[in-house]
């Protein structure tokens, strides 16, 4: 244990080089633990529990970073769609979400819901760990698109097409401070 982050406030964030921290290992509970030191991030006092947000921003800014605009589909509703709609509302034509969860959130960032899968788009993210999206997504995308996914644990996907890039969430910058901020308290 490193003696430094004794006493401080952290965030373990999902995933290590070594592993999923709680998905491949059914979680943990205790006052002191040890985890791989890739996946702490010590937290400003500054942040409070929107912290938690920080690996799912962490990916938007990532991806934001790799795309050149366009239109964007995303495969799933959860924290990873949501958090990127918001971060990326200004920055591409148009947002597309598909999904089988709750709609509601999206409309406040203008995402349109899709219903059908006939329509060819410049960008994907896959957010779901349903295996249907790793099929479907390379068909529905432009020529030159691109389609990401969060890297959330060694073990998955089993098979994974040359078309999809894996994007780490737990490389977290200052940078991703600032958009938090940004983004206010509200999610």
Do not use: C, H
């Amino acid at each position: 244990m490193d003696p430094s982050l004794r006493g401080r406030r952290i965030l373990v964030t999902p995933y290590s080089a070594y592993g999923g921290i709680g998905t491949e290992l059914n979680g943990l509970l205790s006052e002191e633990a040890n985890v791989p030191y890739d996946s702490i991030e010590v937290i400003p006092g500054d942040v409070q529990e929107e912290a938690l947000l920080l690996p799912f921003v962490s990916f938007a800014r990532k991806v934001k970073e790799r795309i050149n605009g366009g239109t964007l589909l995303m495969l799933g509703g959860g924290l990873v769609s949501l958090i990127t709609s918001a971060i990326l509302k200004d920055y591409v034509s148009e947002i597309g979400v598909f999904t089988e969860g709750n709609v509601l959130p999206f409309k406040q960032f203008g995402v349109e819901i899709i219903s059908n899968l006939d329509k060819k788009w410049d960008n994907i993210i896959i957010s779901t760990t349903r295996s249907w999206a790793r099929l479907v997504a390379p068909r529905l995308l432009r020529s030159t698109g691109k389609i990401f996914m969060p890297k959330i644990m060694n073990s998955w996907p089993l098979i994974l097409s040359r078309d999809i890039e894996i994007v780490p969430i737990n490389e977290i910058n200052d940078e991703d401070y600032l958009i938090l901020k940004k983004i206010g308290r509200k999610y």
